[in-house]
């Protein structure tokens, strides 16, 4: 689908849709019609594009990756781009969540919203979707805490207090301050430390 198709869709919301289900992505994977190296999410039922990752991002997440697992710890357990099950038709892959620690290490069934105690967006080129589409996606599935690491603006947007309309609470906070895990008060980081 080009532009112009994909433009005349959005310009006429009244025409009939056909989402698919969880199911359906995980099985169009199985089958071999999204391949595993194709970076596509699923948002309300619909399979949306991820931005490719470049060497800022992937250092990025090297970085990220090894100062959660110190501050956390074994309170948490540190997800790298793994699927959060947030319904039937939304599975997105965040940059990272800290999940509540379970025996089964999320093998046998996803995680879902209740087990998130932080999920976290690096966003570097993704900025503008991170806070138009995911932001509100993540509170309205009961994400309780969601951080947007922006890259470029040098700051930590910390969202809080979801609702079904958007985060009652969403504060940036600078390079020279620390930010704690609400679920994990203990856990304080260098915002310095976050941006790498």
């Not at 071999?32 to 949306?48: A, S």
């Not at 089964?104 to 996803?110: A, N």
């Not at 890259?151 to 930590?156: H, K, L």
Request: net charge negative; hydrophobic share 40%.
């Amino acid at each position: 689908m080009d532009i112009v198709e994909t433009e005349l869709l959005l310009d006429n919301p009244w025409v009939p849709r056909r989402g698919i289900t969880v199911a359906e992505y995980h099985r169009m994977g199985e089958t071999g019609i999204l391949h595993e190296d194709e970076r596509v999410e699923l948002i309300e039922g619909e399979l949306v594009a991820m931005a490719p990752i470049g060497t800022e991002h992937s250092g990025a997440i090297n970085w990220l990756t090894r100062t959660l697992v110190l501050a956390v710890g074994d309170r948490g357990i540190v997800s790298v781009q793994n699927p959060v099950r947030l319904s039937d038709r939304t599975e997105p892959q965040p940059d990272f969540t800290v999940l509540r620690p379970r025996e089964d290490d999320y093998r046998k069934s996803p995680a879902t919203p209740e087990d998130v105690l932080l999920l976290i967006e690096i966003a570097d080129s993704s900025l503008r979707f991170d806070r138009a589409v995911k932001r509100p996606l993540y509170a309205r599935h009961g994400i309780a805490e969601y951080w947007i690491v922006d890259v470029p603006g040098q700051a930590v947007e910390v969202c809080r207090a979801p609702t079904e309309h958007g985060y009652g609470s969403v504060v940036r906070v600078g390079r020279d301050r620390a930010v704690n895990i609400e679920r994990l008060p203990d856990v304080s980081i260098s915002v310095a430390a976050l941006l790498g």
